[in-house]
Structure formats: structure tokens, C-alpha cells
């Protein structure tokens, strides 16, 4: 069981990059996924979360109409496009998933208290 987290890299602001989460051994069809980043000194904070057909979503005020998440079943991957990116979107992206809290809310506001799975980050790097 993996969750395989891609597409950061170096980006100068007002630029766009697409992050790719990529479920193996599982299908994430039953689990809400969501996208974290943790900052250097600060804390992880959620995101972006998508439901299971992907009908509901929630977006942090500081992404929203900046990002959109999507999901793709057939590829078992879900996608974070990130366009008019800025300096303080630097950070390490992870993805994870979870079968158990029921809301995207939930599961972008509670994962300090842990979630079912989490994939290794991907760095994205916003230069002024």
C-alpha cells in the first residue's frame, strides 16, 4: 500500500505547477484524499480535500480559487493544480487518505490526530 506524491520542483511566482498523488496497492476510489504542506518552522496544514466521487471539496481560504484538486479513478490518482503560485506556498506537499472521517473537513482539518495512509512529500519551491 503506497501513496506516491509527484510534480513539485521550482516555480517562479505567478506560475503554475501540477501535483500528482498515485494510490498503489489500494484503490483510493474509497477514501478521501487530501493534499498537506508543511512550511519550513511551521506547522503541516491541510490543504485540499476531495470525496470519494469527488462531488465535495474544501480548499484552505489561503488556495481557494488558486488550486483545484480532481481526482482521476481510472488512473487511481488525484491531482492538485496549482496556478498563481506565491512565495509562501513553499513547502514540502503530501497527500494522504482516509476511509474513517467521513467529511473532507474532517479529514483536511483533524489529520494531526492521523489518517489512514500518507505518502512521502514533494518539495515545491515558489521564487519571487
Known amino acids: 500500500v503506497q501513496l506516491q506524491a509527484s510534480g513539485g520542483g521550482l516555480v517562479q511566482a505567478g506560475g503554475s505547477l501540477r501535483l500528482s498523488c498515485a494510490a498503489s496497492g489500494f484503490s483510493s476510489d474509497y477514501y478521501i484524499v487530501g493534499w498537506f504542506r508543511q512550511a519550513p518552522g511551521k506547522e503541516r496544514e491541510g490543504v485540499s480535500c476531495?470525496?470519494?466521487?469527488?462531488?465535495?471539496?474544501y480548499y484552505a481560504d489561503s488556495v481557494k480559487g488558486r488550486f483545484t484538486i480532481s481526482r482521476d479513478s481510472a488512473k487511481n490518482t488525484v491531482y492538485l493544480q496549482m496556478n498563481s503560485l506565491k512565495p509562501e506556498d513553499t513547502a514540502v506537499y503530501y497527500c494522504a487518505a482516509d476511509a474513517h472521517r467521513g467529511t473532507v473537513q474532517a479529514v483536511c482539518l483533524n489529520h494531526i490526530y492521523g489518517l489512514d495512509y500518507w505518502g512521502k512529500g514533494t518539495l515545491v519551491t515558489v521564487s519571487a
Open positions: 476531495i470525496s470519494l466521487s469527488g462531488g465535495m471539496t
